[in-house]
C-alpha cells in the first residue's frame, strides 16, 4: 500500500489533491489504507509534472482490483491518473506483483500445438498475465481453414441438411491433435461429442460458430492449471444484441476475483440465455472488456505481427515498426484497412485509460506497439493502410440528402464528406456495379445536383500523419510516381489519398519511401 500526496502551489490550479491506494489485506480481509515512504514534490509546469510522476508510476503501479480514489482538480488530477496508468513495471524489484494484464491471443497463435506452448511460455513467464482471453485456432498455413470457417460452413451444411461431419471431423481432430501435443489429460472427446450431437438444422449459428473459443480456452485453462471462465457467464449482451458493460464488468469482476482465469473471447450471452457472437475478429473486443471489467493496468493483445508496422509488409520490403500511437490514431487506421486489431476493440481500453500493447508470439522479447493517451516527445513516424475495390460517387450542389439514399440502398458509405458544395461518397464495390449505378441514377432524379459522376475501381491509401506538413510531400511523391490522387480527404487522425485500385501497390511504395526521408 501506499499514499503518493501531491502539492502544487500553483493558484491556478488550486488546492492539493491527494492520492490514496487500498488494498485488502490478506490476513484480516479487511479493506486498509496506508502510507508509503515515497513523496514526491511536483514543480508548477505542467510537463514537469507528467515527467515527475512517471517515474514513481512505473515502480508502483498497484494491481487492478485496486481503486485510486482522487479529487480531479484539472489539468494536474488527468496528468496524475494517466501517468498512473503506465505499464512497465521492469524496474520495480518485486518484478509484476502490483499489476494486472490482461492477455488476448489471436488465432494464429494458437494454430496448434507448438502454439500453445509458447503461449504458455509468455504468460508464466509474467506473474501479472492473469487473465488470459483465445480465439480459435487460426491457419497453421496458406491452405490451411480457420475452425471458425470450418463452424461456419457446418452451419451452412446443416441448414441444406447435409451431413456436416466430414467439416466437423476436421475441427475435432486438430483440438485432439493440440490436447495430445501439450500432453494434456482433459477428457475432450466427451465435449466433442456432446457439440456434434447438439448440432441440426435448428441449433443457432452462434452457438455453433462459438465452439472454437470455446474448445481453446479449455485446453489453455488445463494447460495452464487456470480456471476456465465461460464467457457467456460474464460478458452479457441486451435483446438487440448490444454489450451492457455495467452487468458484464460485474460479472467478470465477481468470477476473476483472486482467480487466475482462461475465458473465450467472440462471443456472450442474451438475456434469455442464448449464445451471441461478436463481429469477425471479436476476441480482440472480448479482452478489451475484460481489461476495463478489470481495471487492468494493460491490455497485451498478441498475434503473429510484431506490433504496427508503418505500411503492409506483403507489399513493402521490411516496413519499419510503429513503436506508439494514440488510441484515435489505432482506431482510424484500423477502420481504414490495418487488421490488426479489431476497431471495437480500442473504445473500451480508452475510456479506462488503459494502455494497450500489440505484441508478438513468435518474437515475444521485442517491444511491440504500445497505444495510449499521449505519446512520448520525439515520436515522429507516418503509417500507412489501405482500403482496397471502392467507388467514388460525387455530387455537385447537393450537400445533403445522399446518407438516405445509402441507407436506402443498403450501401454503407467508407466515408461520407460534403465540402463547398460538393459531396463525395467513398462506397465498397462489393454491392456490384449495378448497385451502385442505381444509386447514382436516384441521387440524380431525388437531389438533382448539378453534376454527378460515379468512378469505380479505386483505392483508399491512408497515411497517418501527425503534422499536415508532410502530406504536400507524400502526395508529390505518388504523382511523381505516376499515380494519380483523384480526391485528397482527411478522415479522423489520417489523410485519405484516392487513386487506382491497379495502381495502389505502387502508390503505397512510393508514399512509404518518402515518408522514410521526411520528419513528421
Known sequence: CFHLS????????????????????????????????????????????????????????????????????????????????????????EGGKFMLKVTKFGG????????????????????????????????????????????YLCHAHLQYEV??????????????EIRDGCALTLPIEAELEAIYAAMDRRTPRDWIV???????????????????VDAKDWLLFDAAGRVRPAASYAALGSLADGRKIVTPGFYGAL????????????????????????????????????????????????????????????????????????????????????PLRICSTLEPETPGTLVRTQLEPGVRQICFA??????????????????ALCRQAEIAPFSLQSVCGETAAILPMAPGSEALHRLQEQAQQTLQPKRCTLRENLSVLAALCRSTASVPALVQAVESGGVPVHLLLKCGEC?????????????????????RQLRD
Request: net charge positive; with cysteine; aromatic share 6%.
Open 163 to 176: 451431413s456436416c461431419w466430414d467439416l466437423w471431423r476436421r475441427v475435432a481432430d486438430r483440438y485432439r
Open 271 to 354: 438475456p434469455d440465455g442464448q449464445i451471441h457472437t461478436l463481429p469477425r475478429g471479436g476476441s480482440d473486443v472480448t479482452g478489451a472488456l475484460a481489461a476495463a471489467a478489470l481495471h487492468a493496468d494493460l491490455y497485451e493483445n498478441w498475434t503473429d505481427v510484431p506490433g504496427v508496422l508503418a505500411a503492409d509488409p506483403a507489399l513493402v520490403q521490411r516496413p519499419a515498426q510503429v513503436e506508439q500511437l494514440r488510441y484515435e490514431e489505432l482506431q482510424t487506421l484500423s477502420r481504414v484497412g490495418m487488421q490488426v486489431l479489431h476497431e471495437d476493440a480500442v473504445a473500451p481500453v480508452q475510456r479506462a485509460q488503459i
Open 6 to 93: 501531491k502539492y502544487s502551489r500553483d493558484p491556478s490550479i488550486g488546492q492539493a489533491e491527494d492520492l490514496r491506494v487500498s488494498r485488502q489485506c490478506p490476513e484480516t480481509g479487511k479493506r486498509v489504507v496506508s502510507a508509503g515512504r515515497y513523496l514526491i514534490r511536483i514543480a508548477y509546469q505542467m510537463e514537469k509534472v507528467k515527467q515527475n510522476l512517471l517515474p514513481f508510476s512505473e515502480k508502483f503501479r498497484p494491481c487492478g482490483q485496486d481503486r485510486i480514489r482522487h479529487r480531479d482538480i484539472g489539468c494536474t488530477g488527468e496528468l496524475a491518473a494517466s501517468a498512473a496508468r503506465s505499464p512497465r513495471t521492469s524496474s520495480f524489484p
Open 386 to 403: 489501405g482500403r482496397r475495390q471502392l467507388a467514388l460517387l460525387r455530387l455537385t450542389g447537393a450537400e445533403e440528402g445522399l446518407a
Open 210 to 228: 462459438s465452439r472454437g473459443e470455446y474448445l481453446s480456452a479449455r485446453l489453455m485453462a488445463d494447460l495452464l492449471g487456470f480456471d476456465f
Open 495 to 515: 489523410v485519405l489519398l484516392l487513386v487506382n485500385d491497379s495502381q495502389y501497390e505502387q502508390a503505397l511504395r512510393a508514399a512509404y519511401a518518402a515518408s
Open 108 to 151: 494464429s497463435s494458437l494454430c496448434d500445438s507448438a502454439g500453445f506452448a509458447r503461449v504458455r511460455e509468455i504468460v508464466l513467464a509474467d506473474p501479472a498475465r492473469r487473465v488470459v482471453v483465445v480465439s480459435a485456432a487460426g491457419k497453421r498455413h496458406a491452405a490451411d481453414h480457420k475452425i471458425t470457417d470450418l463452424l
